[in-house]
């Protein structure tokens, strides 16, 4: 029987058919940790980026005038992709630190709200630090 089987099984006291009823925290005992905790902090990361990017590369590219260069236009959409990487990336490497420590599983969604939380924290003290003054 491996490990994995192991912890599916119902404790004998909860079977159908008799014996005393389960405690209320038989099942926080049993609980599995999350799979994939960073592959999920960072795949939320990566959806929080794009939306995030979506929303700042139309406000960057209106600001150009209407002859802008090629160059020009370029370096804007260069400067609007590269704003939101490190504010990507530090939630999501932290997030993945504290689900993978967590006893608890993480839903995708929680994950997903505690990044997008981190990522408009990090990305707000990136523009303060970025105004001149």
Same mark, same amino acid.
């Given at each position: 029987m491996s490990?994995?089987?192991?912890? *599916?099984? !119902? &404790?004998?006291?909860?079977?159908? =058919? =008799? =014996?005393?009823?389960? *405690?209320? =925290?038989?099942s926080r005992a049993l609980a599995v940790p999350t799979s994939? &905790?960073?592959g999920k902090a960072f795949a939320a990361a990566g959806i929080t980026y794009i939306v995030a990017t979506a929303i700042l590369l139309p406000a960057v590219l209106r600001q150009l005038p209407v002859d802008a260069s090629s160059y020009a236009l370029g370096y804007a959409t260069a400067r609007a992709l590269a704003q939101f990487i490190i504010a990507g990336f530090v939630p999501a490497l932290i997030t993945g630190m504290v689900v993978s420590q967590?006893? *608890?599983r993480w839903r995708f969604r929680d994950i997903a709200f505690? !990044?997008?939380?981190?990522f408009c924290l990090v990305a707000s003290l990136q523009a303060a630090s970025a105004l001149p003054g």
């Amino acid at each position: 029987m491996s490990f994995a089987s192991e912890l *599916r099984q !119902v &404790p004998p006291s909860s079977q159908a =058919g =008799g =014996g005393a009823p389960a *405690r209320k =925290g038989a099942s926080r005992a049993l609980a599995v940790p999350t799979s994939h &905790p960073f592959g999920k902090a960072f795949a939320a990361a990566g959806i929080t980026y794009i939306v995030a990017t979506a929303i700042l590369l139309p406000a960057v590219l209106r600001q150009l005038p209407v002859d802008a260069s090629s160059y020009a236009l370029g370096y804007a959409t260069a400067r609007a992709l590269a704003q939101f990487i490190i504010a990507g990336f530090v939630p999501a490497l932290i997030t993945g630190m504290v689900v993978s420590q967590s006893p *608890r599983r993480w839903r995708f969604r929680d994950i997903a709200f505690s !990044v997008a939380a981190m990522f408009c924290l990090v990305a707000s003290l990136q523009a303060a630090s970025a105004l001149p003054g």
